[in-house]
């Protein structure tokens, strides 16, 4: 079974601090992406890496694919409280299914 | 971009009802749509993959019967939760992948009372 392990789970920071989510798997994916969802809405994508050690960047935010295609991270520098939210990594395999990571819910105090 | 409308967006019934669900590609077409529940404050759980014209494929665990998806139409998929319970209270979220990126609905939130 294709696991997507988020780190951590839950983020309480304070308004422009830097943080750092993990997504990791001991699977091969290829492609990842990165969702924030609000509460009681559906996930809005942030970004697809798709090239193995890739790098995008998206205003504060910054994603990065590992070089073996297995695991990711999302840096968010100068945090602010717009960006509270739940934070998804999904990996796409190839057989048109996406696992999705356990989530890591942020919230930004202002 | 990609749009994908999903109706409605929250739904009460009473135990022992039926609820339809629909989920429908705005702007492009889709052979194969995916339904996720998500409970409160966890991620999404993949219900089943939805397939133009052909049964859908459960993931383990979900029942067929009592979550009947039909997909009879390249922009339409409906999820009905059959003789609905409390414990099927849930948001449910539909998507679909034009490409390799998965694009969502804005989810049904689903009270039985």
């Known amino acids: 079974t294709q696991l997507l392990e988020q780190s951590p789970q839950f983020l309480s920071i304070q308004e422009g601090e830097n943080l750092t989510v993990y997504c990791n798997s001991s699977s091969v994916f290829s492609s990842l992406q990165w969702y924030r969802q609000e509460p009681g809405e559906g996930p809005v994508l942030l970004v697809t890496v798709v090239t193995g050690g890739e790098v995008k960047k998206l205003k504060r935010l910054t994603f990065q694919f590992g070089d073996a295609r297995k695991d990711s991270s999302l840096h968010i520098t100068a945090a602010q409280p717009g960006d509270t939210g739940l934070y998804l990594c999904a990996g796409f395999s190839g057989t048109y299914k996406y696992i999705f990571g356990t989530g890591t819910r942020l919230k930004v105090l202002a | 971009g990609a749009v994908v409308s999903q109706h409605p967006s929250r739904v009460i019934c009473k135990s022992g009802t039926s609820v339809k669900i629909e989920c429908r590609s705005l702007d492009f077409q889709a052979t194969t749509m995916f339904w996720y529940r998500q409970f409160p404050k966890q991620s999404l759980m993949l219900m089943a993959t939805s397939n133009e014209g052909s049964k859908a494929t459960y993931e383990q665990g979900v029942e067929k019967d009592k979550f009947l998806i039909n997909h009879a139409s390249l922009t339409l998929s409906t999820l009905t939760v059959t003789s609905a319970h409390p414990e099927d209270s849930s948001f449910y979220i539909c998507?679909?992948?034009?490409?390799?990126?998965?694009?969502f609905g804005n989810g049904t939130r689903l009270t039985v009372t």
């Open positions: 998507s679909a992948n034009p490409g390799n990126t998965l694009h």
